[in-house]
């Protein structure tokens, strides 16, 4: 849990940035999919590629698997047959919902004996604004960011084969949280279901765990939770333990730290009856996989007789906790925190099913009070997790806005939702000092503003007089230091003050811990100053490049250098002074941007180049708002497929822009023009599909012209100049008109 300090009785070492003051005022098809191939062009100018179409209105509809029926967005799509799951066979158009990578390295790992978390998302059905795998125009959307509190993300449907969308998968992974998938049958047809496929012959079995493994692995999620909400004969239940034991075994091959969980529905009989704990009747299913989730009616001394079916595999129990408190449950919804206590204390995991209840349920105005509310409650029952990989880069986003900024410039106005861009989060939370409770800190996500993306950290607080500074912990980290890290913070503060503002590390002995270089300001918070960056190489120039200038909206970024040998760094704390001579209480509202940690080391390697960049899958529509009659269209609604090739391991995202060629902007005015880009959206995978640009309609013999351009964003976060972008073009012209 996060923690408010004061700066003397601290244990390590926390090393802080120099004080930073204010900076003044300043719907399912089976076709194979067709692709309609451009016709490319043999000019080549710098490597850029260009693609020559001819206007047309024939439709030629994309697979609705993969893409929205009215806009041909790339969506996230789930199984409903036996027979679509032993069809499925990777395709281009599945890589859309491939997800970056594996969850990041954190500590404790899943593999530890510590008690865990899971949640299982739950919400209306599943696949709602969530399958837009480049997000959507939706306003007040359902965000989950208490990461740090888990260990498991399950997504789950009502349909056969739940693939999680991409956006909840990369999200969970950036936090190394790993993702599950629902391979779940129901009521009569589930029975037929799983009697063709359970009760012969064991190849029929393996061919639907084979399929299951192929599909988390290709998507790159990690495993599934099996729910078996139907009867079985005993010819299915006989083979249900080998089924599952034969999908762990394949799937813990494939997919490394991948899991298989059991959810407590059948017993061995095959019959349907929930038993709410571990027990006899149902133990060859947990012997058989990775964990037992049970059912959520079970009291205390269920937990009680549980320790003996568990043994030595507590952990792998995971008690079902239904948040919206349904059935004869100790607490659910605010609650929920008593069933917690008990799970705890007798050293059980502890799955909580739909904590979207606070969205559901309760006002969309008040959803981030009481999301805060109600992991604020669990808080005590839930301990933190670490992250030990640099590089550290996040600005805090949610994945969601009312627009979108980029380096506190604003960029688009209007409602977005993109789970897969949330950065990473904080812990959130009140904190008092001890004594008489007039020292606070609060920490909460804030949608007014932000540096990059759609919001930001804003913390508020109060320095007693008697206190010289506060801090509060932001992020447990377990990140053995490499000899030079660079770390930046950008910041503001809103309204004047004259409390100041500095990123503060605490270190742990990893072997003689030494910091060299960096002079002590005091003897009791081993706190000290850092070195200015000296001139670098231009990798590391181009990350330096802002730091310590001002920027529009009151935004400050501020770079540190930090040699150390033989430390650990565990803690990043934020802290916050009073000024010299100040005898008052101190308040304050800061706004916090983005945080840096980077192994120097990493910017000294080059950085790779998008290439190949290519477009294809084009589609054309008219404008909706043509005038009627027969006058030609004065502008045309152009979607097309952009793919490139970049090293992904490298990468944070691609932001995508474009530029029309004059004329091109069908809003009027004076066209952007190359030196001004319009941003289109991010992707996290080599492609993007444009939709619905609009670009003004040519006449006869007259070419239109749109510039595509893939920004990479590496991991460290820096800005990669323009010049360095992968770019494609395409020329469009009316076709001919019949002379006759």
């Known amino acids: 849990m996060a923690a408010t300090r004061v700066a003397s009785g601290r244990c390590g070492r926390r090393l802080q940035g120099p004080a930073a003051r204010e900076a003044g005022p300043e719907d399912r098809s089976e076709r194979a999919p067709e692709r309609r191939q451009p016709r490319r062009s043999l000019e080549e100018a710098q490597e850029e590629a260009v693609f020559r179409e001819v206007v047309g209105f024939t439709p030629d509809p994309l697979p609705v698997r993969y893409y929205d029926r009215d806009t041909t967005s790339p969506v996230s799509f789930y199984l409903s047959s036996l027979e679509e799951l032993l069809a499925w066979t990777p395709s281009i158009e599945d890589s859309f919902n491939v997800a970056l990578g594996p969850p990041v390295c954190r500590q404790p790992p899943l593999s530890s004996r510590r008690p865990r978390t899971l949640v299982c998302h739950d919400m209306m059905g599943g696949y709602l604004d969530d399958r837009f795998i480049q997000g959507s125009a939706v306003l007040s959307p359902y965000s989950f960011y208490h990461w740090q509190y888990i260990d498991i993300f399950v997504y789950f449907s009502h349909h056969l084969v739940t693939i999680p969308t991409v956006g909840w998968t990369n999200a969970a992974h950036r936090h190394g949280v790993c993702v599950l998938g629902t391979f779940i049958t129901e009521w009569s047809e589930g029975e037929k279901l799983c009697e063709a496929f359970l009760a012969g012959a064991e190849r029929s079995f393996r061919a639907v765990a084979d399929q299951l493994v192929r599909i988390a692995q290709f998507f790159r999620f990690d495993g599934w939770l099996i729910n078996i909400e139907n009867s079985l004969s005993l010819a299915a239940v006989g083979n249900m333990p080998p089924f599952l034991q034969y999908l762990t075994v394949e799937l813990h091959r494939a997919v490394p730290g991948g899991l298989v969980l059991w959810y407590d529905s059948v017993v061995q009989s095959g019959q349907l009856k929930w038993q709410d704990e571990l027990n006899e009747h149902n133990r060859a299913f947990f012997e058989a996989c990775d964990g037992f989730f049970t059912n959520y009616n079970w009291k205390e001394e269920h937990l009680g007789r549980m320790l003996v079916q568990a043994g030595e595999r507590r952990a792998d129990v995971y008690v079902g906790v239904d948040v919206f408190a349904r059935g004869n449950v100790v607490g659910g919804q605010f609650n929920t925190n008593k069933s917690l206590e008990l799970i705890r204390r007798h050293g059980f995991s502890v799955a909580l099913f739909a904590p979207g209840w606070v969205y559901e349920c309760l006002e969309k105005k008040d959803f981030f009070q009481n999301q805060d509310k109600f992991w604020s409650l669990l808080a005590r029952y839930l301990p933190t997790h670490s992250i030990c990989s640099l590089p550290f880069v996040t600005s805090f986003c949610l994945g969601l806005g009312t627009r979108r900024l980029c380096y506190g410039q604003e960029e688009v106005v209007g409602p977005w939702y993109h789970p897969g861009a949330q950065e990473l989060q904080p812990l959130f939370g009140e904190h008092q000092l001890e004594g008489d409770g007039r020292g606070w800190v609060k920490t909460h996500c804030c949608l007014a503003d932000a540096w990059n993306g759609g919001s930001s950290l804003l913390i508020r607080g109060a320095i007693p007089p008697e206190v010289g500074h506060m801090a509060v912990r932001l992020f447990s980290l377990q990140v053995p230091m490499p000899p030079k890290v660079f770390l930046s913070l950008v910041y503001k503060f809103e309204g004047p003050t004259a409390v100041t503002v500095a990123l503060e590390l605490s270190m742990g002995d990893a072997g003689g811990c030494h910091v060299s270089g960096i002079s002590a300001l005091n003897e009791t918070s081993l706190r000290h100053s850092t070195r200015p960056l000296r001139v670098p190489p231009t990798k590391l120039a181009r990350w330096a490049g802002r730091c310590g200038q001002p ?18 760094l565990q803690d990043l704390f934020i802290s916050f002074s009073r000024p010299p001579g100040s005898r008052q209480e101190e308040t304050f509202v800061c706004r916090l941007g983005e945080i840096q940690v980077v192994d120097a080391k990493s910017l000294l390697s080059p950085l790779p180049q998008v290439q190949a960049v290519t477009v294809s899958q084009v589609r054309w529509q008219p404008a909706d708002s043509e005038p009627e009659g027969p006058s030609a269209p004065t502008w045309l609604r152009l979607s097309c497929t952009l793919h490139w090739t970049y ?9 995508i822009h474009c530029c029309r060629g004059p004329g091109g902007d069908p809003r009027g005015g004076e066209s952007p023009g190359p030196e001004k880009p319009i941003f289109l959206g991010l992707a996290f995978t080599n492609q993007y599909r444009v939709v619905d640009l609009a670009v003004a309609a040519m006449g006869p013999g007259q070419n239109g012209r749109v ?27 009316s076709p001919a008109r019949d002379r006759h």
């Open 647 to 655: 090293p992904l391991p490298q990468i944070h995202c691609f932001r």
């Open 707 to 733: 510039e595509f351009l893939v920004q990479p964003v590496p991991r460290e976060g820096f800005l990669v100049p323009q010049a360095e972008w992968g770019r494609a073009t395409l020329l469009y012209t």
């Open 551 to 568: 920027f529009s909206g009151g935004w400050v970024q501020r770079c540190y250098e930090v040699s150390v040998r033989g430390c650990l």
